[in-house]
């Protein structure tokens, strides 16, 4: 069934001809970078964003898959944190972010040549709250994963056979995704999130979230590492790392990590 599906997605972007892929440095859009740069050559260009709102893991995750498979790859800067309505953070920030970034690949898009813009969206965000998506149609993006019916649980698979390194990075988001709808986006919350993840990165934790609420870190672990988390000595530096960066309280959620959990706040339905 997975192999159907990867044929689908072949015959897609073949069928596509050119691409702009949107490389997030994630293992979703980037097993379709390293498809379509497999089956397009020079034909297909995967581009990274760079901005406040994206740490600095997600570029050096993308630098490695790049050059690991000689992507034709680029970065641009994206302003979404200099748009009122984006620092605002109303429940569809990410439509904002994902405008911003649209316009800037369209852009690039029609400057090159290039026939079409794709992203790394696949089948198991369709039951997501994405407001980005919204985005996507307004700029006629592409989603050829979710076209081929591929799953999270099938890319992973696919990129390790195709020998990815990153074929099993947890998954990620903006940092701005930390910060709590109608509490204003700032370069600063940006920046202290960003550092206290890396301090809880480097005490050997995979999947989590630093959640920002004012002076409270909200730390969200997945379950199977939350016994380490309170181990007294961890937990004792994972207190300290996180005051270091400015928060005056550290809570630890018990119900570990998920996806979204800011969205657990709104009556939303998914954005198809």
């Given at each position: 069934m997975v192999g159907l599906k990867a044929a689908r997605l072949e015959a897609r972007l073949a069928e596509l001809g050119s691409v702009i892929v949107a490389f997030s440095g994630g293992v979703?859009?980037?097993?379709?970078a390293v498809t379509a740069s497999r089956l397009l050559g020079p034909r297909a260009l995967a581009i990274t964003a760079v901005s406040a709102s994206y740490p600095e893991t997600h570029r050096q995750l993308a630098l490695r898959v790049a050059r690991e498979f000689s992507?034709?790859?680029e970065f641009i800067e994206t302003g979404e944190i200099d748009r009122p309505e984006y620092r605002a953070n109303p429940s569809n920030r990410c439509y904002f972010c994902?405008?911003?970034l649209y316009v800037h690949l369209a852009a690039t898009a029609r400057a090159r040549g290039i026939a079409h813009v794709v992203d790394g969206n696949n089948a198991d965000d369709r039951g997501d709250y994405r407001p980005g998506r919204q985005a996507a149609r307004e700029h006629g993006v592409l989603s050829p994963l979710d076209e081929a019916d591929l799953t999270k649980d099938d890319i992973?698979?696919?990129a390790r056979r195709a020998g990815m390194s990153t074929w099993d990075e947890p998954a990620s988001a903006c940092l701005s995704s930390r910060i709590p709808y109608g509490s204003a986006v700032t370069r600063e919350k940006l920046r202290q999130i960003e550092r206290a993840e890396e301090a809880v990165r480097a005490l050997g934790f995979r999947i989590f979230r630093?959640?920002?609420?004012d002076v409270t870190a909200r730390l969200e672990i997945s379950r199977g590492e939350m016994a380490r988390a309170l181990e007294p000595g961890v937990n004792e530096r994972l207190v300290a790392a996180l005051k270091a960066v400015g928060y005056q309280f550290v809570s630890l959620d018990l119900q570990g990590y998920r996806l979204g959990s800011h969205n657990e706040a709104l009556s939303l339905r998914p954005v198809p």
């Open positions: 979703d859009s980037a097993y379709l992507l034709h790859h994902k405008d911003e992973r698979q696919l630093v959640r920002h609420h």
